[in-house]
C-alpha cells in the first residue's frame, strides 16, 4: 500500500507541476508573480488560485483506511511562502473548509492542519524572500510543516489508534513527496525571476550605452534634429524593432523606421495621444489597440511611454511591431529605462541653457562640481553590476538619475533639510557601489527636518571626504554625518576617518588665491564657505580640524 501511495502521489504532482509550468508561460499570471508588493485585490486572487489548487489536490490524493493521502499541503504552503500569511491563511481556509464537508475521523484535524500550514509559511515569507537560493529552504520548511500536519492528526484525531494508522500509512509519501513537490513548485517561480532579471540587466546595460550616444544630441533640448538623431540612435542599437517615435505634446517630432511615409505632422495614433494625457505607458497588443488613422498601417504592435521634465509631461517615446501582440518583456523595460534617461537628459539640458544666461559665479561654479570623471565611473560601476546584479544596477542607475537631476536642477535654492540629506545619499549609494563594502557612511539628525538650507551645501563636502580623505587609503573607512541643536544654532558635522590633512595645507585650504591644480581638490569646500559667509554673514562657514593619519571633521553652522 505506501509504494502504491508514493507511485500515486509522485503522478499527481507530476501532472500539477505540469499545469502550474504551463501557467507560468500566462502573462498575466507572469505578472503577478513578479509582484512584490500585493494589493488587497492582488492577496484575494492568489488566495483563490492556490486554494483552488490545494482542493484539486485532495481530491486527486488516495484513499487509505481512514483517511487521504493528498498533495494539498503544496499548494497551501507554496502560497504562504510566495504571498505572505494573508495569502497563506485565505488559500488554507479555502482548501480548508472544502476538506471539512469530507468528513471522516480527521475532519477538525485535517482542515485545522491546512490553515496552520499555510499562516506559518505566510510568517516566514519575509524571510524567505531575502534568500539567494530558495529551493533549499522551501523543501526545508515543506518537510517541517508536513511535519507539524503529522503531529496535528495524532493530537486531535480520535480514536487515537485510528489516528495512528492514519500517519504511519501517510507519513512516509507525504513527508517526502510534497515537500519535493513545494521545492519543484518554488523552482518554477524562480525561474520568472531569473528571467526578469536578465531582461532588466541587459535592459539597462542598453540603456547606458544609447545614453551615451545620445548625450550630445539631447542636451541640446528637445527638437526635430535632435529627436531624429536620438531616434535613429535607438533604432539602431535596438534592432529588433521595426519603428522608433519621439513626439512632442502635439507633433510628431520624429519617426525612423516602417510608417514614417505618414506618421509625420500631427500625432497620428490615438494611444500616443493617451499617454500624452496621463502620462501612464500603454503596450497596445494590436492595429485597433495603436488607434492609427490611417487604415493601410501596416504597424500591429506598440509601447509607447511619455517623457516628463520635472514631472510635467513634454512628450513621447514609442516603440512598434509589424506583428500583433509582439512586444516583448526586454523592450518593455528598455523603454522604461530610456524614457527616464532621456527625460533626466531633457532637464540637464534646460538647466545648462539656463546656466548659460546666468552670470552668477556661484551658479557656475556648482555646475563645475559636475566631474565628468564621476560620470564616466559610475557609468562604469553600473555597467559592472548589470551582469552580476541586475537589481542593484538598476538601483543606481535611479541613483544617478536622481544626483544630477538634483545637482543640476537646485542651485541657487532653498530646500529642507532632508531634501539635501536625500540628495548626499544619492552620492554616497553610487560611491559606496565602487567601494565594494568597503565605504560605510551613517545620518544622524535631529529635529527639525523641515529646516530650509541652500541647495547643494553638503555634498561638495562629503565628496571631498571620499575622494580625498578614504580613496587614498584604499582600504576605505567610515563618515559619519550628523546635525543637531547647539547654543540656538544648527550644526552639521561631516566627520570622516580618512588619511587628513597636512597642518600646512589645513591653514591654507580656504584661501581664494590658489591655482585650480592646487585648489581643484578643495573647490567644492571653498565654494560652500564662500555661500555660507555671503548668505548669513562673516560669523558663518566651514571650521576644518584634521588630524594626519586619522581624519577629518567639517562643521556648518546654520542659524535657527
Given at each position: 500500500?505506501?509504494?502504491?501511495?508514493?507511485?500515486?502521489?509522485?503522478?499527481?504532482?507530476?501532472?500539477?507541476?505540469?499545469?502550474?509550468?504551463?501557467?507560468?508561460?500566462?502573462r498575466?499570471?507572469?505578472?503577478?508573480?513578479?509582484?512584490?508588493?500585493?494589493?488587497?485585490?492582488?492577496?484575494?486572487?492568489y488566495?483563490?488560485?492556490?486554494?483552488i489548487?490545494?482542493?484539486?489536490g485532495?481530491?486527486?490524493?488516495?484513499?487509505?483506511?481512514?483517511a487521504?493521502a493528498?498533495?494539498?499541503?503544496?499548494?497551501?504552503i507554496?502560497?504562504?511562502?510566495i504571498?505572505?500569511?494573508?495569502?497563506?491563511?485565505?488559500?488554507?481556509?479555502?482548501?480548508?473548509?472544502?476538506?471539512?464537508?469530507?468528513?471522516?475521523?480527521?475532519?477538525?484535524?485535517?482542515?485545522?492542519?491546512?490553515?496552520l500550514?499555510?499562516?506559518?509559511?505566510?510568517?516566514?515569507?519575509?524571510?524567505?524572500?531575502?534568500?539567494?537560493?530558495?529551493?533549499?529552504?522551501?523543501?526545508?520548511?515543506?518537510?517541517?510543516?508536513?511535519?507539524?500536519?503529522?503531529?496535528?492528526?495524532?493530537?486531535?484525531?480520535?480514536?487515537?489508534?485510528?489516528a495512528?494508522?492514519?500517519?504511519?500509512?501517510?507519513?512516509?509519501?507525504?513527508l517526502?513527496?510534497n515537500?519535493?513537490g513545494i521545492?519543484?513548485f518554488i523552482?518554477i517561480?524562480?525561474?520568472?525571476?531569473?528571467?526578469?532579471?536578465?531582461?532588466?540587466?541587459?535592459?539597462?546595460?542598453?540603456?547606458?550605452?544609447?545614453a551615451?550616444?545620445?548625450?550630445d544630441?539631447?542636451?541640446?533640448g528637445l527638437?526635430?534634429?535632435?529627436?531624429?538623431?536620438?531616434?535613429?540612435?535607438?533604432?539602431?542599437?535596438?534592432?529588433?524593432?521595426?519603428?522608433?517615435?519621439?513626439?512632442s505634446?502635439?507633433?510628431?517630432?520624429a519617426?525612423?523606421g516602417?510608417?514614417?511615409?505618414?506618421?509625420?505632422?500631427?500625432?497620428?495614433?490615438?494611444?500616443?495621444?493617451?499617454?500624452?494625457a496621463s502620462?501612464?505607458?500603454?503596450?497596445?497588443?494590436?492595429?485597433?489597440?495603436?488607434?492609427?488613422?490611417?487604415?493601410?498601417?501596416?504597424?500591429?504592435?506598440?509601447?509607447?511611454?511619455?517623457?516628463?521634465?520635472?514631472?510635467?509631461?513634454?512628450?513621447?517615446?514609442?516603440?512598434?511591431?509589424?506583428k500583433?501582440?509582439?512586444?516583448?518583456?526586454?523592450?518593455?523595460?528598455?523603454?522604461?529605462?530610456l524614457?527616464?534617461?532621456?527625460?533626466?537628459?531633457?532637464?540637464?539640458?534646460?538647466?545648462?541653457?539656463y546656466?548659460?544666461?546666468?552670470?552668477?559665479?556661484?551658479i557656475?561654479?556648482?555646475?563645475?562640481q559636475?566631474?565628468?570623471?564621476?560620470?564616466?565611473?559610475?557609468?562604469?560601476?553600473?555597467?559592472?553590476?548589470?551582469?552580476s546584479?541586475?537589481?542593484?544596477?538598476r538601483?543606481?542607475?535611479?541613483?544617478?538619475?536622481?544626483?544630477?537631476?538634483?545637482?543640476?536642477?537646485?542651485?541657487g535654492?532653498?530646500?529642507?533639510?532632508?531634501?539635501?540629506?536625500?540628495?548626499?545619499?544619492?552620492?554616497?549609494?553610487?560611491?559606496?557601489?565602487r567601494?565594494?563594502?568597503k565605504l560605510?557612511?551613517?545620518?544622524?539628525?535631529?529635529?527639525?527636518?523641515?529646516?530650509?538650507?541652500?541647495?547643494?551645501?553638503l555634498?561638495?563636502?562629503?565628496?571631498?571626504?571620499?575622494?580625498?580623505?578614504?580613496?587614498?587609503?584604499?582600504?576605505?573607512?567610515?563618515?559619519?554625518?550628523?546635525?543637531?541643536?547647539?547654543?540656538?544654532?544648527?550644526?552639521?558635522?561631516i566627520?570622516d576617518?580618512?588619511?587628513?590633512?597636512?597642518?600646512?595645507?589645513?591653514?591654507?585650504?580656504l584661501?581664494?588665491?590658489?591655482?585650480?591644480?592646487?585648489?581643484?581638490?578643495?573647490?567644492?569646500?571653498?565654494?560652500?564657505?564662500?555661500?555660507l559667509?555671503?548668505i548669513?554673514?562673516?560669523?558663518?562657514?566651514?571650521?576644518?580640524?584634521?588630524?594626519?593619519?586619522?581624519?577629518?571633521?567639517?562643521?556648518?553652522?546654520?542659524?535657527?
Amino acid at each position: 500500500m505506501s509504494q502504491y501511495i508514493f507511485q500515486h502521489l509522485i503522478m499527481i504532482l507530476i501532472v500539477v507541476l505540469g499545469c502550474v509550468f504551463f501557467l507560468t508561460k500566462a502573462r498575466s499570471f507572469r505578472n503577478l508573480i513578479l509582484k512584490r508588493q500585493l494589493s488587497t485585490q492582488e492577496k484575494i486572487a492568489y488566495s483563490i488560485v492556490f486554494g483552488i489548487l490545494g482542493i484539486v489536490g485532495t481530491h486527486t490524493g488516495i484513499q487509505t483506511t481512514y483517511a487521504i493521502a493528498n498533495t494539498r499541503p503544496v499548494a497551501i504552503i507554496t502560497a504562504g511562502l510566495i504571498g505572505g500569511p494573508w495569502v497563506g491563511l485565505g488559500a488554507g481556509v479555502i482548501a480548508g473548509v472544502e476538506r471539512y464537508f469530507l468528513g471522516g475521523i480527521t475532519v477538525l484535524s485535517s482542515p485545522g492542519s491546512t490553515i496552520l500550514q499555510g499562516v506559518l509559511a505566510g510568517f516566514y515569507h519575509y524571510r524567505f524572500n531575502t534568500l539567494n537560493v530558495r529551493w533549499p529552504s522551501a523543501l526545508a520548511m515543506g518537510f517541517f510543516l508536513e511535519a507539524v500536519h503529522m503531529i496535528v492528526l495524532l493530537l486531535f484525531s480520535r480514536p487515537y489508534d485510528q489516528a495512528w494508522q492514519i500517519v504511519q500509512a501517510i507519513s512516509p509519501a507525504m513527508l517526502l513527496i510534497n515537500p519535493l513537490g513545494i521545492a519543484i513548485f518554488i523552482a518554477i517561480l524562480d525561474s520568472i525571476y531569473e528571467e526578469k532579471e536578465k531582461v532588466e540587466g541587459k535592459a539597462a546595460q542598453l540603456t547606458l550605452q544609447i545614453a551615451g550616444k545620445t548625450l550630445d544630441y539631447l542636451r541640446k533640448g528637445l527638437n526635430e534634429e535632435n529627436a531624429y538623431q536620438t531616434a535613429n540612435t535607438i533604432f539602431r542599437s535596438v534592432g529588433n524593432i521595426d519603428a522608433v517615435v519621439i513626439t512632442s505634446l502635439d507633433n510628431v517630432l520624429a519617426f525612423i523606421g516602417t510608417g514614417a511615409d505618414h506618421h509625420r505632422g500631427v500625432i497620428q495614433t490615438t494611444s500616443t495621444m493617451e499617454v500624452l494625457a496621463s502620462g501612464n505607458y500603454i503596450l497596445a497588443k494590436s492595429k485597433e489597440e495603436i488607434g492609427c488613422k490611417n487604415p493601410n498601417c501596416p504597424l500591429q504592435s506598440k509601447i509607447v511611454v511619455a517623457l516628463k521634465d520635472q514631472g510635467a509631461i513634454i512628450g513621447s517615446l514609442g516603440f512598434y511591431k509589424i506583428k500583433p501582440d509582439s512586444i516583448t518583456p526586454f523592450e518593455i523595460e528598455l523603454i522604461k529605462g530610456l524614457s527616464q534617461l532621456i527625460s533626466t537628459q531633457l532637464e540637464v539640458s534646460k538647466v545648462e541653457q539656463y546656466s548659460a544666461l546666468r552670470a552668477a559665479a556661484e551658479i557656475k561654479a556648482l555646475q563645475a562640481q559636475i566631474n565628468p570623471h564621476f560620470l564616466f565611473n559610475a557609468i562604469n560601476t553600473i555597467v559592472y553590476y548589470c551582469r552580476s546584479k541586475p537589481e542593484t544596477a538598476r538601483s543606481l542607475l535611479l541613483n544617478l538619475a536622481d544626483f544630477y537631476r538634483n545637482n543640476l536642477l537646485q542651485a541657487g535654492e532653498w530646500v529642507d533639510l532632508q531634501t539635501e540629506i536625500d540628495h548626499v545619499d544619492s552620492y554616497v549609494q553610487i560611491e559606496a557601489a565602487r567601494f565594494q563594502g568597503k565605504l560605510h557612511v551613517s545620518y544622524n539628525f535631529a529635529e527639525p527636518y523641515y529646516k530650509k538650507i541652500p541647495a547643494l551645501i553638503l555634498q561638495p563636502i562629503v565628496e571631498n571626504a571620499i575622494k580625498h580623505g578614504l580613496y587614498p587609503k584604499k582600504s576605505g573607512g567610515k563618515i559619519a554625518i550628523s546635525g543637531c541643536n547647539v547654543s540656538g544654532k544648527y550644526v552639521v558635522t561631516i566627520i570622516d576617518n580618512g588619511v587628513g590633512i597636512p597642518e600646512d595645507k589645513l591653514t591654507t585650504l580656504l584661501e581664494e588665491n590658489l591655482g585650480y591644480r592646487e585648489v581643484g581638490a578643495r573647490i567644492g569646500l571653498r565654494n560652500v564657505h564662500e555661500r555660507l559667509k555671503t548668505i548669513y554673514g562673516p560669523d558663518y562657514g566651514l571650521t576644518i580640524t584634521s588630524e594626519l593619519g586619522k581624519g577629518t571633521c567639517v562643521s556648518l553652522t546654520f542659524p535657527v
